[in-house]
């Protein structure tokens, strides 16, 4: 099942090969724009920040790209049981440390066609963390998409995400991946809008997620605004939903509760360069408002699994908010800083709990070859849980952890 979207990417990419061919460049062009973008940034180095191998295939551009990463964490709690250590497979380690063994793949085409740019890509995954159940590793295909001029179908980032830095801990930004169809439309040079559908967020623990879930019957609206120049980008975004819990069991002596509402998000970001600080520093943020889609504030599982246990009778609201600063060096060093505050109110049957957690940290990489990094970050973690209910149907904790990351990664 989860190789299906592999299987229709593979089958729209030679369909659109044959149905819009065209000559192919001469030579697969290296994609400024991204390369701009990209730690370290030379401005007298033409081919600058190139990654993978591109090359020729069946008349198409095409750019593969891989590596490999380690990467060891280490915390120090103030209060046992905080949930500090978030393995690079989304699990959680309850030891002190862990250490994981991380892989990736990835295979990118494009062409020019009549219709427009006819874009592939595909990526799977693998990676080995301590104490995750995992006893031989988690592989997965990460992403896949087909895109024609501006519609592009897949497994893809939400139009809600923003932010973007090079992180070794889990930062709190709007990051959800679902299935989508997406429609972008560029007014200008500077300025574009999009309009997309995604792939329904879970309502009960047991509900399929991730690639499998491909079903739209209760899909999420989004939209999207973005400007984009050299002294600013700007990014503002919403989504719409349908938040169905009518299909949660009933608990024993309570009346039925079940309910269907309208779930709504709102997101603003911008990224502006500081020449004053050095060529390629910038400073990025993003704020999000969430009401029934708190997958969208950056949390890893949607509160509606608590609203499955104990009968909602109204919203689970809540915001988050994050924001870094970028320093090069020079072409072997840059660091980061950032620091990130999520809060989430749920009102249950029997209790109103509320959470909060600060987080923050600064990192060095250095970058002694040609794609080869080791990182250093050291990070703080501020987690707060407030019952507001009956003893047992949730549990408090609060407390502090400090968190040290090695790591080293190497790419093709």
């Given at each position: ?7 229709v990417a ?8 044959s ?6 460049p ?5 994609d400024?724009?991204r ?7 030379d ?8 990654k993978?191998?591109?090359?020729d ?7 593969l790209?891989?590596?490999v ?16 250590i ?8 309850d030891?002190?440390?862990?250490n994981?063994?991380s ?11 009549t ?7 595909v990526s799977?995954?693998w990676s080995?963390?301590?104490g995750?159940g ?6 997965s ?6 895109g ?11 139009l ?8 070794l801990?889990?930062a709190?930004?709007?990051?959800r ?22 792939s ?11 690639l ?14 973005r400007?984009?120049?050299e002294a600013?980008?700007?990014?503002l ?7 169905d819990?009518?299909?949660s069991?009933l ?10 509402r ?7 970001g911008l ?5 004053f ?5 910038e400073i ?14 950056g ?5 509606t699994t ?17 924001g870094?600063?970028?320093?090069v ?11 990130s505050y999520l809060?989430?109110?749920?009102d249950l049957?029997l209790a ?10 600064v990192?060095?990489y ?6 080869v990094?080791l990182?250093?970050e050291l990070g703080t ?10 003893v047992?149907?949730f549990s ?12 080293m990664?190497?790419d093709?």
């Amino acid at each position: 099942m989860a190789w299906r979207g592999v299987f229709v990417a593979t089958g729209l990419w030679a369909a659109g090969a044959s149905a819009f061919a065209a000559e192919p460049p001469a030579v697969c062009l290296l994609d400024q724009d991204r390369a701009a973008k990209t730690w370290p940034y030379d401005a007298d180095d033409p081919n600058r920040n190139e990654k993978g191998v591109r090359f020729d295939l069946a008349g198409a551009c095409a750019e593969l790209t891989a590596g490999v990463s380690y990467t060891y964490q280490h915390a120090r709690k103030s209060t046992s049981g905080l949930p500090v250590i978030v393995n690079r497979n989304g699990t959680l380690s309850d030891g002190s440390s862990s250490n994981t063994v991380s892989a990736y793949l990835g295979l990118e085409t494009s062409r020019d066609t009549t219709l427009g740019e006819f874009k592939t890509t595909v990526s799977a995954s693998w990676s080995k963390a301590t104490g995750d159940g995992s006893p031989n590793g988690t592989f997965s295909v990460s992403g896949w998409s087909v895109g024609l001029g501006g519609l592009t179908v897949g497994y893809t980032g939400t139009l809600m995400s923003f932010w973007e830095s090079e992180f070794l801990s889990t930062a709190t930004a709007p990051g959800r991946s679902a299935n989508t169809i997406v429609y972008e439309y560029a007014f200008d040079d500077a300025n574009t809008i999009a309009a997309g559908l995604e792939s329904n967020l879970p309502t009960t623990p047991e509900a399929v997620t991730g690639l499998k879930n491909f079903d739209f019957s209760d899909p999420v609206y989004t939209l999207r605004w973005r400007y984009d120049s050299e002294a600013l980008r700007f990014h503002l975004s919403g989504l719409a939903r349908r938040a169905d819990f009518s299909a949660s069991p009933l608990l024993p002596l309570f009346p039925d509760t079940a309910t269907v509402r309208t779930g709504w998000a709102a997101s603003i970001g911008l990224a502006v360069p500081t020449p004053f600080t050095g060529e390629s520093d910038e400073i990025r943020f993003q704020a999000t408002y969430a009401v029934d889609a708190s997958s969208y504030l950056g949390i890893s599982n949607d509160l509606t699994t608590y609203q499955h246990t104990v009968r909602s009778r109204g919203p689970t609201t809540g915001w988050s908010a994050v924001g870094s600063f970028r320093h090069v060096w020079s072409e072997q060093f840059e660091s980061n800083i950032f620091a990130s505050y999520l809060t989430l109110r749920a009102d249950l049957l029997l209790a109103k709990p509320q959470a909060q957690t600060f987080r923050t940290g600064v990192n060095l990489y250095w970058k002694p070859r040609d794609k080869v990094k080791l990182g250093v970050e050291l990070g703080t973690v501020d987690n707060r849980l407030e019952p507001n209910g009956i003893v047992g149907i949730f549990s408090g904790s609060s407390g502090r952890a400090l968190v040290g990351y090695l790591s080293m990664a190497v790419d093709l």
